[in-house]
DNA sequence: TCCCATCTCCACCTTTCGATGGAGATGGCC
DNA sequence: GGCCATCTCCATCGAAAGGTGGAGATGGGA
């Protein structure tokens, strides 16, 4: 198995970085790209095809994030490894990657041979975090959840609502509002709300595109 | 002159972007890649040496932002022409990247295609601004400028910092801090703090990094 | 069944924010 | 000199936010 040539996926949505790293891995022995996808949806209909050893795959797609798609593909696909590369998507996408099942967790600025070591390393069945993710990975442990409804209010402090409109928009008391911020704030260890919208953006809690069209 | 192999510099600290955008480049007619830098301060010392016809430029870089860069090798050189690649770095980078003297503004997700014909159009003289871009910048220009002292408030803003809190770091009393964030809610389009600093970090007036790490 | 998390709401209180309408000092520019 | 932007500060006001200590309802899990 392990002298046979690797066959790899790269799902990444950036033509120019995708095709970089094709080229890149072609030009290496025992790898081959056996497929492409620009999107989480074409992602999963050409890992089913080409049915890769290595999922090379970025978080951020159209249409389904990386998130998705490698929890999807891993309940179809039992051997399946991927390997996340992105550039930096907050503690909290790194935390999700791995709860998914993601073996390795890449940042784009690496050299071209620890990119190729953790390829080798992944088909061996071995896993590969880098340390700044791990220390980040950690701090996030320490941290609690937060409820559902708790992650609502969040969402619309980061849109920048008052606690009246909060209200009206959740269909709740502005009491009830208060109570799941005083409790956010506690959990996110900020003191205001000005705070927990840039602790939520900063941790891809809330994720910052969200910002720019109102209407999700 | 346009019979002549372009040559061109990518500046860009992601190694895999990097060699992705040299090998794409190295084997098109016409182009040639004729240096590489992944720092800002590499980018200068690289570009005096091989004096490129064009540079490729990312804006978010070690050491010396891509912005920087270009305004100083415009000042040495007169004919240099940049293009700047990046992924997506709010509208104040867009402005302040042309504002410099970039003569193109391009997302990594483009295609290749897109990336040559810009490149030969750069170095025919011509300029490229894509209409997205195009139609942010607009809107930046619409708005108005913060003074520097409103700027020293919102990013204190934005580092989740009370009136009281600013004041001491600004060393003005609360009351003047109160006249500054009135003053930039006005400017910003907003009506709170909260919105103010997401505001400030979505448009890239006060860059995300920058939360991380308390002391800058 | 009992416990616990969650969601909901209330009252009360203090602090903070934001809005308004001033005003004096400085320094650059025409 | 006069104009204008900027920075500084003041008082006052109402609205919003945050802290505290409750409490009832629900529903899932031990």
């Given at each position: 198995m392990s002298k046979e040539t690797i066959r790899v996926l790269v799902v990444e949505d950036h033509h120019v970085v995708r095709q970089g790293l094709v080229a890149l891995l072609n030009v290496v022995d025992g790898l081959e790209v056996v497929g492409e996808a620009a999107d989480g949806v074409e992602a999963i209909t050409v890992f089913r095809k080409?049915?890769?050893?290595?999922?090379?795959?970025?978080?951020?797609?159209?249409?389904?994030?990386?998130?998705?798609?490698?929890?999807?593909?891993?309940?179809?696909?039992?051997?399946?490894?991927?390997?996340?590369?992105?550039?930096?998507?907050?503690?909290?996408?790194?935390y999700r990657a791995l709860q998914a099942g993601a073996r390795a967790y890449l940042l784009k600025g690496m050299t071209t041979d620890e990119l190729i070591a953790t390829i080798r390393a992944v088909h061996a069945g071995k896993q590969h975090i880098p340390p700044a993710i791990a220390q980040r990975l950690a701090e996030r442990m320490g941290t609690e959840e937060l409820t559902p409804r708790e992650f609502d209010v969040l969402e619309q402090i980061v849109?920048?609502?008052?606690?009246?409109?909060?209200?009206?928009?959740?269909?709740?008391?502005?009491?009830?509002?208060?109570t799941h911020i005083n409790s956010l704030l506690g959990k996110l260890g900020v003191t205001d709300r000005?705070?927990?919208?840039?602790?939520?953006?900063?941790?891809?809690?809330?994720?910052?595109?969200?910002?720019?069209?109102?209407?999700?």
């Open positions: 080409c049915q890769p050893d290595i999922t090379l795959i970025d978080l951020r797609l159209p249409r389904m994030g990386g998130v998705d798609v490698i929890q999807r593909l891993r309940m179809e696909t039992h051997g399946a490894r991927f390997i996340v590369l992105t550039t930096y998507d907050g503690d909290e996408d790194i849109h920048g609502k008052s606690n009246k409109e909060i209200a009206t928009e959740l269909e709740i008391s502005e009491a009830t509002v208060k000005t705070q927990a919208a840039t602790a939520a953006i900063q941790r891809g809690i809330v994720p910052l595109e969200s910002l720019r069209k109102p209407k999700q």
